[in-house]
């Protein structure tokens, strides 16, 4: 298949990028190497340097790993859609893996500007994507990704994106309803009822999957090359759950957990992000269809992940401590979570369990940069009410 990623100098971006081309697909990656403006304008670095990604698309391509080079697009897709055009009309892909977008919920919540660049970049962005497909490859298949957080945490059963309703006597199957948790959030509910619209109007194919907290920075491909890495974050802005922890871990600070640490959500392996992400692409939606996955395959609880990375460092010898902190976010902190993640596994999904050892394996890579850890830009000071 021909695989088009965007936002491939991405955390998820590169790896699944490197993944298909390993695999025998024909890979493109589009980027507007945001993300590494948004990085200097908050102040904060990934742990480990990560080259340009044409650097890194050229030591791939050295490697002849592929069935052709892996080609690369640098634009912007959200600001403009002549670049996105041309990209379509150019690689005519048969899948589009779309991980363009502004990626953090606190950075969504800094001040109005961060709020609605955020929701103008990833909706614009993903409609642009919608008008290229419909013009140049209306049969092509759009795998996006979503979040969990879209859905929030309601008290009923969560389902995969649709829900039977009876509502006075009458029934309908219904986009699930959703309370996300901030503004990114909400840009990420908005592009699914664009793409639903899509589907159901033009007969376009989707599927839009909800993906939940990713942690982890090693694939495959990522272990081929010293270079070849990606980028993994630890600070309040970008930095997700257990990668934080894991990284205060190693410095020698508190795990801080948010209030009182109840908040449940759903995880997954890097690794496991990249073989949902195929098996989307291997088993496409049909034509008109807008197919929603939740792709997440434990859900744990804030607190039980502090003690997992606490039991993880402190078998290999770290003095690690838990710390409950006033909570910078307004969210529920004991709640009901029972969301529904069968379809991937049915379409065979094999998880990579949270064991010790993965901790464990987290913690030493970090270790060996243990002295760039910038302790400064790791305690939330984004708050979702100003005080
Ligand atoms: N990492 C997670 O835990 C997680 C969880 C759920 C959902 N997601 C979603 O998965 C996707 C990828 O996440 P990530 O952690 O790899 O984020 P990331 O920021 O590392 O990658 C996103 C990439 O998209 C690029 N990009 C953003 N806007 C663009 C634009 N307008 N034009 C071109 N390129 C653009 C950025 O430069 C960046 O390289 C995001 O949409 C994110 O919301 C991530």
């Known amino acids: 298949m ?13 790896p699944t990028a490197m993944h298909f081309a390993a695999r025998g697909h024909e890979v493109a990656v589009a980027d507007n190497l945001g993300k590494r403006f948004w990085e200097a304008e ?48 150019d690689f005519r892909p048969d899948a589009v893996v779309h991980y363009a977008e502004q990626p953090s919920a606190p950075y969504s919540m800094v001040s109005r500007l961060q709020a609605v660049s955020t929701q103008v970049n990833n909706v614009s962005g993903t409609l642009n994507v919608l008008f290229a497909m419909k013009r ?22 969560i389902e995969e994106g649709w829900i039977e309703i009876e509502h006075k006597g009458r029934k309908d199957r219904m986009l699930f309803p959703k309370q996300p948790g901030s503004f990114y959030h909400l840009s990420k509910v908005h592009d699914s009822h664009n793409i639903e619209f899509a589907c159901r109007i033009w007969g376009m194919r989707s599927t839009d999957l909800n993906q939940g907290v990713v942690y982890g920075m090693e694939t495959d491909e990522t272990a081929m090359h010293p270079e070849l890495l990606t980028s993994f974050h630890y600070d309040e802005i970008f930095g997700t759950a257990l990668n934080r922890f894991a990284v205060q871990a190693v410095a020698g600070m508190p ?11 759903g995880f997954l392996n890097i690794r496991d992000t990249l073989q949902c992400v195929e098996l989307a692409a ?5 034509e008109g269809e807008f ?6 395959t434990e859900a744990f609880s804030v607190m039980d992940l502090a003690h997992k990375v606490k039991e993880a460092g402190e078998a290999l010898g770290l003095n690690v401590a838990i710390a409950n902190v006033e909570n910078p976010r307004i969210e529920k902190e004991a709640h009901y979570y029972n969301p529904k993640n069968t379809a991937l596994f049915s379409l065979g999904l094999k998880h990579h369990p949270l064991t010790q050892d993965v901790i464990m394996g987290m913690l030493k890579k970090i270790m060996s940069s243990r002295d760039v850890i910038d ?3 790791i305690n939330p000071t984004v708050k979702w009410r100003k005080s």
């Open 282 to 286: 291997m088993n496409q939606a049909k």
């Open 375 to 377: 302790r400064a830009t």
């Open 42 to 89: 908050m102040g904060v670095t990934p742990l480990f340097h990560i080259p340009p990604l044409q650097r890194r698309v050229r030591i791939w391509n050295e490697m002849k790993r592929g069935p052709k080079p892996m080609k690369l697009y640098i634009g912007d897709i959200a600001q403009n859609h002549r670049f996105v055009y041309h990209l379509f009309e």
């Open 291 to 296: 197919r929603v996955f939740n792709q997440f």
């Open 2 to 14: 021909k695989i088009l990623i965007l936002g491939g100098d991405g955390y998820l971006g590169w």
């Open 136 to 157: 140049y490859t209306p049969a092509a298949h759009l795998i996006k990704l979503g979040t969990m957080g879209e859905y929030g945490t309601p008290n009923i059963d």
């Open 255 to 265: 795990l801080t957990v948010y209030g009182a640490g109840g908040q449940t959500r």
